[in-house]
């Protein structure tokens, strides 16, 4: 099982960047999946969730409204488009699959496995 994030770069305030997690070695339509980020000093904080059952969203505050997640199962991709970017966006960012749930009740880290390596945001001007 193999999840792979790409998409990150350098952006301006106010601007947008969209995010990729490729999965391979397991059916995307079975799991919820979950973007993470975690900046320098910081914890690892759940930003969005795309659920496989219900077709629900999560978003944490701090995004809501600027960022939207999607899912091609047949692609076996996540998306995250992340618009009206800041600079206290600026982390490393991370997928992973959720195992314990199919919804996003839950942005429990210790629930989440198959995290990729991770894709850098910056923000700044």
Known sequence: VQFVES???SAQPGGSLRLS???SGVFL???AI???RQAPGKERE????SSASDG???YADSVKGRFTISRDNAKSTVYLQMNSL???DTALYYCAANLMRRTCASMRKYEYDYWGQGTQV???S
């Open 34 to 36: 979950g973007w993470f």
């Open 86 to 88: 800041k600079p206290e």
């Open 46 to 49: 759940g930003v969005s969730c």
């Open 7 to 9: 998409g990150g770069g």
């Open 29 to 31: 339509r079975d799991y």
């Open 21 to 23: 997690c490729a999965a």
């Open 56 to 58: 629900s969203t999560y």
């Open 122 to 124: 910056t923000v700044s």
